[in-house]
């Protein structure tokens, strides 16, 4: 069922009955949608982002701070949710923990890129040169398109206008002080085979929270689908469990 949020700003898949219980954030590229088989038969909404699925997008670029306070809007006055992030959704997720605490009980990461353990590559000397030359006007907007298409990641050919200059914030973003700043519990599910968010680097960032514990799923890659779905339905019932009834709720 489709619910809406935030006098209508937000869309989400809605699960059980309200205030939701959960809230389940998707990854790039993706929607609400994914979530369906994780939250089944939870009180649950899983967003449809802005930019994303059957919600318009922002205005202007946006980082992920910017998603994580316009769901704050959203959320504000009910009960503390559970948020479950994957890639993208929990970058949001992460911050929404991080700023908002009041609105979080706890959070269920997959798939993350938080934190980056080698430098990122760097950009094509041809790429760079085209680059400067567009800044000074003196390369068609059409030739540094197709620089971008033949260098950029595959998200990034694929993304257009105000979506693509969501991507090269969010890419761009550091994550440290956040995570130092979570109290609540989290629960890290991630796929063995992830290329997008490796393994190695989403433990090292568990090591940064104050309570959090770290699984790796064989042979799962990044998306949701596969043993990813259950091992994260799993940890997210262990962690509603281990939380107990929100008093909040019936307040």
Same mark, same amino acid.
């Given at each position: 069922?489709?619910?809406?949020?935030?006098?209508?700003?937000?869309?989400?898949?809605?699960?059980?009955?309200?205030p939701a219980a959960v809230v389940a954030l998707h990854?790039?590229?993706?929607?609400?949608?994914?979530?369906?088989?994780?939250?089944?038969?939870?009180?649950?909404?899983?967003?449809?982002?802005?930019?994303? +699925?059957?919600?318009?997008?922002?205005?202007?670029?946006?980082? &992920? @701070?910017? =998603?994580? %306070? !316009? #769901? *704050?809007?959203?959320?504000?006055?009910?009960?503390?949710?559970?948020?479950?992030?994957?890639?993208?959704?929990?970058?949001?997720?992460?911050?929404?923990?991080?700023?908002?605490?009041?609105?979080?009980?706890?959070?269920?990461?997959?798939?993350?890129?938080?934190?980056?353990?080698?430098?990122?590559?760097?950009?094509?000397?041809?790429?760079?040169?085209?680059?400067?030359?567009?800044?000074?006007?003196?390369?068609?907007?059409?030739?540094?398109?197709?620089?971008?298409?033949?260098?950029?990641?595959?998200?990034?050919?694929?993304?257009? +206008?105000?979506?693509?200059?969501?991507?090269?914030?969010?890419? &761009? @973003?550091? =994550?440290? %002080? !956040? #995570? *130092?700043?979570?109290?609540?519990?989290?629960?890290?599910?991630?796929?063995?085979?992830?290329?997008?968010?490796?393994?190695?680097?989403?433990?090292?960032?568990?090591?940064?929270?104050?309570?959090?514990?770290?699984?790796?799923?064989p042979g799962a890659g990044h998306l949701l689908e596969?043993?990813?779905?259950?091992?994260?339905?799993?940890?997210?019932?262990?962690?509603?469990?281990?939380?107990?009834?929100?008093?909040?709720?019936?307040a």
């Amino acid at each position: 069922m489709i619910t809406a949020l935030a006098d209508g700003r937000l869309l989400a898949e809605k699960t059980g009955s309200s205030p939701a219980a959960v809230v389940a954030l998707h990854g790039w590229a993706r929607s609400g949608a994914d979530f369906s088989r994780v939250v089944d038969g939870l009180d649950a909404v899983a967003i449809h982002l802005p930019g994303f +699925g059957i919600t318009p997008e922002p205005t202007e670029a946006w980082g &992920s @701070e910017d =998603y994580a %306070d !316009d #769901l *704050a809007d959203a959320l504000a006055g009910l009960p503390p949710v559970i948020v479950v992030g994957h890639s993208f959704g929990g970058r949001v997720a992460v911050r929404l923990a991080a700023k908002h605490p009041e609105l979080v009980r706890g959070l269920v990461l997959t798939g993350v890129p938080l934190l980056r353990l080698a430098a990122a590559p760097k950009a094509s000397a041809s790429y760079r040169a085209v680059r400067w030359l567009a800044k000074r006007g003196l390369v068609s907007p059409k030739a540094l398109e197709a620089q971008r298409q033949k260098h950029g990641s595959a998200d990034y050919k694929a993304a257009r +206008g105000v979506m693509r200059d969501v991507l090269v914030k969010a890419v &761009s @973003e550091n =994550y440290n %002080d !956040d #995570l *130092a700043r979570i109290a609540c519990p989290v629960r890290m599910v991630w796929g063995e085979n992830d290329t997008a968010a490796p393994a190695d680097a989403g433990l090292a960032a568990s090591r940064l929270l104050a309570d959090a514990s770290f699984r790796t799923v064989p042979g799962a890659g990044h998306l949701l689908e596969g043993a990813l779905v259950p091992a994260l339905r799993e940890e997210l019932h262990t962690l509603i469990e281990q939380l107990g009834p929100n008093r909040e709720a019936h307040a």
